[in-house]
């Protein structure tokens, strides 16, 4: 019997993607609502810790007139959040992207049914509360349970219900920040491990379907405004991306060394990690005397910032007290985003490079984009997803060619000077390794025919043995059929005289692999062929 893989198609998608397709609609529809639930909670846990009042009306802690009683509440919320972990799951500690990725991984996409439920409700509380962190982490991860769950009640493989989970979360990143492609490309970059379009349009069906949603329940975009940027990009522009971009790439190396720093400071403590969210709650509440700005998610802090009217005071409160408070408290363990504290990093870093160039203020506002971008790319390692969402969330266009180089000149750096991303060092340290590159399969790019051995010559069968290669197909579907048979060789047939013409073996398979590593290792000067035309003699 010969399985579909061998049938010489530029994909392997089969019908079952129509299955996956309406089901991850149904996913972006629960996970819009789960993250329009998730900001209300935000915005309630605010009122109730700051003002002391039953309001799910978006509002500021840095507005609150508790005075130095301010101090107390983040560390009121970080024991909160410390006691659902230990005694809820401890599965919610942390940013919620390398958990996904976790799940997907090393548990077969399966996330624990407690996870939607109190991920979303440690995160508001541990934001509401002063926490200087993003809801966009808590949110991936929330829909993703959610995508998680539906995948395990249905009877589907692995590879679909990672599928399903990553509709989730893509779905739950797009109705965040109204940025659909940039979250399809998110979950490429980080969290589908493949480029198919099993996968491919589920995903992108459930990213539309919550960015659509998004427009009726939480507005339409952009979700920053900028001011108007006509001029087309200039050349010392685009080098000053370039360097700006570079430089970003090591803020990003900095900022993530810095709270694994403090995480491994919190590991050091001899008391129990329940009451470690407490501890870093005191250093969010004397950040929060110093710069009250620092508390919260600060939307309204990255608003300022791409408006280009950014003072000094905002931004020097952003890089000294925002980052310290950010990195300090995630170390604690407890439960929040990187993105938008990233974001607002990376913003006050290119606003302050505008400030130093005397930049107008829509130049010092491209800046501060070109910045975040940077950030984004250099510290997740997602160049494509950091070119895209600020251009989503900002629909400034013109910065396309600038943001472009200044993402991918950030991607650079930090994959030659950090030997992991800010979200994959966290799967590092809990002893698993990854590679986030990804390229066709070596064995794809070999066919049956050129490495067969023992050669027959055309002996023919009236009978096939049930598993067999064709002789023009990718020795990749030839290895899948061994594997899943359990064969360690297989029998080649000419597709279409019928006839075996060989054998294919294990170490036929190392063969053609082998020819991938002679394209990758040997370094060969090709010079002008001898031939006579050419002018040369045999």
Aim: aromatic content about 8%; some cysteine; glycine content about 12%.
């Amino acid at each position: 019997m010969k399985s579909e893989a061998s049938i010489l198609r530029d994909f392997t998608v089969d019908r079952r993607v129509w299955l996956l397709s309406g089901v991850s609609i149904g996913i972006g529809i629960c996970a819009t609502l789960l993250a329009v639930v998730l900001l209300r909670c935000i915005s309630l846990s605010t009122n109730l810790f700051y003002y002391h009042r039953f309001s799910i009306a978006p509002v500021s802690s840095a507005g609150s007139s508790l005075g130095y009683w301010m101090v107390l509440i983040p560390v009121l919320g970080g024991l909160l959040v410390g006691l659902m972990a230990r005694f809820g799951s401890d599965k919610i500690r942390g940013h919620g992207i390398p958990e996904a990725i976790e799940a997907i991984l090393l548990h077969r996409a399966k996330v624990d049914p407690k996870i939607a439920l109190l991920k979303p409700l440690s995160a508001a509380i541990a934001i509401g509360s002063g926490g200087p962190f993003g809801a966009e982490g808590p949110i991936i991860m929330t829909g993703g349970a959610v995508g998680s769950l539906i995948g395990q009640w249905m009877h589907v493989t692995d590879a679909e219900r990672t599928t399903l989970l990553v509709a989730g979360a893509a779905a739950g990143m797009s109705a965040t920040f109204a940025t659909p492609v940039a979250a399809i490309l998110l979950a490429v970059e980080l969290l589908l491990f493949e480029w198919r379009p099993r996968s491919l349009v589920p995903v992108a069906l459930a990213s539309a379907t919550a960015g659509l949603l998004r427009v009726y329940w939480l507005g339409a975009g952009p979700l920053f405004n900028m001011p108007a940027f006509d001029a087309p990009p200039r050349g010392s522009l685009v080098l000053g991306a370039l360097v700006l971009g570079a430089i970003l790439a090591l803020v990003a190396s900095a900022m993530s060394r810095m709270m694994y720093a403090f995480e491994d400071l919190f590991e050091r403590l001899p008391i129990h990690w329940m009451w470690w969210p407490a501890i870093g709650g005191v250093g969010i509440g004397v950040g929060g005397l110093f710069f009250p700005r620092g508390l919260g998610v600060g939307y309204d802090n990255i608003a300022d910032l791409l408006r280009g009217n950014a003072p000094l005071g905002l931004i020097g409160g952003i890089l000294l007290a925002k980052s310290l408070m950010w990195a300090f408290s995630l170390g604690s363990g407890t439960s929040g985003g990187v993105l938008a504290p990233l974001l607002m990093i990376g913003g006050a870093v290119g606003a302050l490079a505008g400030h130093l160039i005397h930049a107008p203020v829509e130049s010092q506002a491209l800046w501060a984009l070109i910045g975040m971008g940077s950030m984004l790319a250099g510290s997740l390692g997602v160049p494509l997803t950091a070119i895209l969402f600020c251009l989503e969330v900002t629909h400034c266009l013109p910065a396309l060619l600038p943001l472009t180089v200044a993402c991918i000149a950030s991607y650079l750096v930090t994959s030659l000077i950090m030997p992991r991303s800010i979200l994959t060092e966290k799967l590092s340290r809990r002893g698993y390794h990854l590679t986030r590159e990804y390229g066709v399969d070596p064995l794809e790019l070999v066919l049956v025919r050129d490495v067969v051995s023992a050669p027959a010559q055309g002996v023919s069968t009236h009978q096939l043995p049930d598993f067999y290669a064709y002789a023009d197909e990718t020795t990749r579907s030839a290895a899948e059929t061994m594997a899943s048979e359990g064969l360690e060789t297989l029998t080649v047939v000419d597709r279409e005289t019928r006839l075996i013409c060989g054998e294919l073996s294990l170490r036929d398979l190392l063969r053609g692999r082998g020819r991938s590593y002679e394209r990758e290792s040997e370094r060969l000067k090709l010079s002008r062929s001898l031939s006579p035309e050419h002018g040369g003699h045999n």
